[in-house]
């Protein structure tokens, strides 16, 4: 008898970490909230006329869980952000008018998130014109999910990924005519028409990112928040393509962190200035330019000398 | 002048051409300055220098055109030919006479007749500079035109990166070129006696 409780103790611990396995992105079919969130339908018994029920899933409500599990708060489950009584369906209908968290609740004022500085990208984007024209509303998440965020400019040493992902914040908005209508109030303008003026577009699309631009550089931090208005944003090519670039205090800021930390090879040191125009990128070709110039100049002049002075006498 | 011998080596097209050809690369290599030092005034912007460079490039390449078809179609062209026999002592012999020998009172090694046109060391660096600086400039340029056509990378390096660095090294390079070339014309009969002769065609012996 008293094996047999030991027995039971272990098939029910046994249970409870199936359960707890359950509960994790990587198995969404048996996932309290995944099992319906990441699918396109869902099917429930409908206790009024006792049948299952099949229907289709709010698109703005299916989760990638493949992105979950890369992102930045895979650790959690859902309900440490969204309430516990999610768990029942259907959901309760006011619980869609309870506060969701911060970031800041979680991130501010912690010693250990310290170094992202969330107080202060709060202050810089309270200055924005996102914040301008649509206030409290336009919360962290409209730009970093937090269901998928990936920390990419930090991490990541490709350029073109950390244009890439960031620039796609900007245009799940940016390029959706309903989400932008429903923050603006307007319709979204055309950014190819808008860009119009921007030479080789595609090619400054795919290798810097909008906020180059379109924001306020703040050199305390990695990513200025204050977003400008489309009349403050940069328009002349020298802000980037010059020795003392602007890429320097936004893009560029992670490339030179890793050379330092990392040493860099070649390849990162010759293309990390490769916006600014001619050879004078490259601070030896620039160097022996000049000392090749100043040979030549002072040959013409000790040669022309000579003439004047052959012919004079 | 005072000079009795004088021969007819600049043709009207090539003249044109050289006209063509000095006034794009002159805007070319301002411009070129202008945009690598960033330069940008309220009158002159950085817009119009490098609207300006792309037009100069344009023409110079265009004209570039005309100068390969004249060589091909008329004489001008066997005056490029480089003679492999002596390649290099002759270019020693020619870099001699402007170093030391024209101060010493030394005759031409290679004077100027009907069948030379150009002298050992001119004719060597002319057929670099047009038949490869210029080629190069106008390639990359192009290319510089349309960022999309180059390759992303290669060995690692961005292939926008290195073909700016080819076009302005080879610019820098023609820039260089022009100054010595500028500075060798006044070697002549007299000191602007071959400045005249690219206008007229006429050059004196």
Redesign the interface.
Known sequence: MKYRFVLLFFIFLSLSFKDIKAQSYQDPQHHACLKCHSNQSYSFNNEVTGKIVKRLMNPYYILDTIAISAGVHKQFDCTDCHSSEYKTYPHKSDLKLQPLSSCIDCHGGDASFAKYKFEEIEREFKKSVHFKVYGENFNCSKCHSQHTYVATARNSSNVLDIVDYNNKMCLSCHNDMKKYKMVSGHDNPKLVVIHDWLPNQELHFRHVRCIECHTEVVDSLMVSHNILSKDHAVRKCVECHSANSKLKASLYKYQNLQKRSENGTISSILTNSSYTIGTHQSPLLKLLSIIIFLAVLTGIIIHGAFRIFKKKQ | MGTTEKIYFYPLWLRIWHGFNALGIIILIFT?IS????F?TPIIG??LI?NLHNIAGIVVFISYLFYFTGNLATSNGKYYKIKRKGFFSNLIKQGNY?VLG??QGEKSPFPISEKRKFNPLQKFIYVIVMYLAVPVVIVTGIALLF??IIIDKA????G??MT??LH??MG?FIS?FL??HL?IAS?GKSPLDNYKGIINGWHHI
């Open positions: 070129g945009m690598q030092s960033s940008d950085f817009n490098v402007y024209m101060f960022p999309e060995w690692g390096i961005s926008v990166f700016a660095i302005s090294a820098f260089i100054i010595i500075y070697v």
